[in-house]
């Protein structure tokens, strides 16, 4: 009887593993959209006075600023302007500077972004005093180039 199980399992087992897709696979999609759509993020973080009580390491606090996203997918642009908001912590006021934001960006389905001429990887704090490229390249393998800019910082 264990035998039959065995057998019974090991059939259902490579039947479940099987497809039964085996035609019009031509017909499914490739994106060719190699763009940015929009500005997700753009915040500044800093190290609070506050201490980890599992560490004893200072916290990184991180704060949303306001921002304005102006994106022209014709020539490759994206610039941006940021407000600090009201709720920003006055302490940090004189620390908040280009040189130290973050910056994340929304891609055309199944892009990828690759920073370009030595720019910083999105999503981590860098120095947007300065405009930086990217290349986007879609999934079909088409590839277009960005510039990222902050172009203003109001505090």
Same mark, same amino acid.
Not at 104 to 128: F, K, M, N, Y
């Given at each position: 009887?264990? %035998? @039959?199980?065995?057998?019974?399992?090991?059939? !259902?087992?490579?039947?479940?593993?099987?497809?039964?897709?085996? +035609? $019009? /696979?031509?017909?499914?999609?490739?994106?060719?959209?190699?763009?940015?759509?929009?500005?997700?993020?753009?915040?500044?973080?800093?190290?609070?006075?506050?201490?980890?009580?599992?560490?004893?390491?200072?916290?990184?606090?991180?704060?949303?600023?306001?921002?304005?996203?102006?994106?022209?997918?014709?020539?490759?642009?994206? %610039? @941006?302007?940021?407000?600090?908001?009201?709720? !920003?912590?006055?302490?940090?006021?004189?620390?908040?500077?280009? +040189? $130290? /934001?973050?910056?994340?960006?929304?891609?055309?389905?199944?892009?990828?972004?690759?920073?370009?001429?030595?720019?910083?990887?999105?999503?981590?704090?860098?120095?947007?005093?300065?405009?930086?490229?990217?290349?986007?390249?879609?999934?079909?393998?088409?590839?277009?180039?960005?510039?990222?800019?902050?172009?203003?910082?109001? %505090?």
């Amino acid at each position: 009887m264990k %035998k @039959i199980l065995y057998k019974l399992f090991l059939l !259902f087992v490579v039947l479940s593993f099987s497809s039964c897709l085996d +035609s $019009n /696979l031509d017909e499914l999609l490739v994106y060719e959209e190699a763009d940015i759509t929009s500005v997700s993020a753009v915040q500044y973080r800093y190290l609070s006075d506050k201490k980890s009580p599992a560490s004893g390491e200072f916290i990184v606090e991180e704060v949303n600023l306001q921002y304005t996203g102006d994106i022209d997918a014709d020539h490759g642009t994206v %610039k @941006i302007e940021v407000e600090k908001p009201s709720t !920003f912590p006055a302490a940090q006021v004189n620390n908040l500077s280009k +040189s $130290n /934001l973050v910056v994340v960006v929304t891609l055309s389905t199944a892009a990828r972004l690759t920073p370009a001429e030595g720019s910083p990887i999105l999503g981590v704090p860098a120095d947007w005093s300065k405009a930086h490229k990217y290349i986007v390249t879609s999934a079909s393998g088409k590839k277009k180039e960005w510039t990222i800019e902050v172009v203003s910082l109001t %505090k």
